[in-house]
Structure formats: structure tokens, C-alpha cells
């Protein structure tokens, strides 16, 4: 059973670019959460999608969107980009996200850098 | 107070001991508990999860669940150089996860 796929793996940007990075998730899950890493920060919440309606959203100005598509594949655009966005971005997927017990599976992640 | 705090070591066990993890949280409502492993430059790996009060065992670790006390709990038996990784706590609540800093793990050969 194949994983969650994200793409791109690696991005570079300049300052003020937009950027859309891609997730699939493991095939029959329905539940697609994103998540910012940075060193000073760890992981950090971006959003959670469930059959194309966002459920949960974190702490993250409104540069950062997504959208879910009917097929449960996710994708996350963050416009202006700042220095700061330099990060890796993980998607997880998890089966049913109905209950919020539910284990989550991480992609490799877009590594992105901002120049 | 930050919601889910680990130490973030680094943590050196030799080869073939028992390392323990900690982790706190501040959720009191939180039902779910998770453990990852994070390999430098890797993504986070599911190792355990764990919903109820106690021990669960899955091979060489254990996670331990307290939810009087907010603490939970991840054992390595017998440690092994490849487990040496981040380690990362994760707490459901408000409907999404939590994760702490991570604790980092060296096993010394």
C-alpha cells in the first residue's frame, strides 16, 4: 500500500513568490492534516482537511491556504513568502478523522527555502 | 506553559540498556497519544499509540499512560544504534495534535 506522496521534495523561492505543494494521501484515508517544522519551533499545525471542507485550521497568518479535492488529495499555497517560511511541510493522512483518535501517517515532506 | 513539553536531551543510553522517554501535557480532556521517531532529514514515523491507562507493548517498546498524573511514557528495551533519532510526543486535543520539541536519543555502541 503506497504511502503519502507529497511534491514536490525541494523548493526554492525568492521572497514575495507564492508556492502550491502537493499531498496524496495513503489510499481510503479521508483526513488530511498539514504541518510546518522548523528547528525553533518544531511542529507546528497548519490545517486539517475532511472530504473537502476544512475542520481545524492553527495559528498561521492567512498567507497560508489549502483546499481538498474530491479524490482526498490536499494541496497547501502560501503567497508573500517571507524569509520565515523556510521549513519543511508535512502533510499526514489519517482513515476517517470522524473520531480524532485516529493514528496519522507522514509524507517525506517539501523542504522549502526562501531566498 | 507550553501544551506537550518533552526534555530535549540530548538523551545518551549505551548499547543494549533501556531508554526512557517523558513526556507532559497540559490538556486534561486529551484522549490520544502518540509516539514518532524522526530520523535526521526524515519524515516522522508512527512507532506507538496509545488511548488508555497503563503499559501497551509492541516488541522492544512500551508506552506508559498516565492521565491522572499528564504523563506519558515511551520505553526502549534493549536499545539499538538504530534507534538512536528524535523522538517526538504527540497529544490529541482540539480536535488536532499537538506534538512537543522532541527529545533527541544517542545510543552509544
Known amino acids: 500500500k503506497a504511502g503519502v506522496t507529497q511534491t514536490p521534495r525541494y523548493l526554492i523561492k525568492t521572497r514575495g513568490q507564492q508556492v502550491t505543494l502537493s499531498c496524496s494521501p495513503i489510499s481510503g484515508h479521508r483526513s488530511v492534516s498539514w504541518y510546518q517544522q522548523t528547528p525553533g519551533q518544531g511542529l507546528q499545525f497548519l490545517f486539517e482537511y475532511f472530504s473537502e471542507t476544512q475542520r481545524n485550521k492553527g495559528n498561521f497568518p492567512g498567507r497560508f491556504s489549502g483546499r481538498q479535492f474530491s479524490n482526498s488529495r490536499s494541496e497547501m499555497n502560501v503567497s508573500t513568502l517571507e524569509l520565515g517560511d523556510s521549513a519543511l511541510y508535512l502533510c499526514?493522512?489519517?482513515?476517517?478523522?470522524?473520531?480524532?483518535?485516529?493514528?496519522?501517517?507522514f509524507g517525506d515532506g517539501t523542504r522549502l527555502s526562501i531566498l | 506553559q507550553k501544551e506537550v513539553e518533552q526534555n530535549s536531551g540530548p538523551l545518551s543510553v549505551p548499547e543494549g540498556a533501556i531508554a526512557s522517554l517523558n513526556c507532559t501535557y497540559s490538556?486534561?480532556?486529551?484522549?490520544?497519544f502518540f509516539w514518532y521517531r524522526q530520523y535526521s532529514g526524515k519524515s516522522p514515523e508512527l512507532i506507538m499509540f496509545?488511548?488508555?491507562?497503563g503499559d501497551k507493548e509492541d516488541g522492544r517498546f512500551t508506552a506508559q499512560l498516565n492521565k491522572a498524573s499528564q504523563y506519558v511514557s515511551l520505553l526502549i528495551r534493549d536499545s539499538q544504534p538504530s534507534d538512536s533519532a528524535t523522538y517526538l510526543c504527540a497529544v490529541e486535543g482540539a480536535q488536532k495534535l499537538v506534538f512537543g520539541q522532541g527529545t533527541r536519543l544517542t545510543i552509544n555502541p
Open positions: 496509545i488511548y488508555s491507562n
Open positions: 499526514a493522512s489519517s482513515l476517517d478523522g470522524r473520531t480524532y483518535n485516529q493514528p496519522q501517517h
Open positions: 490538556d486534561r480532556g486529551s484522549q490520544s
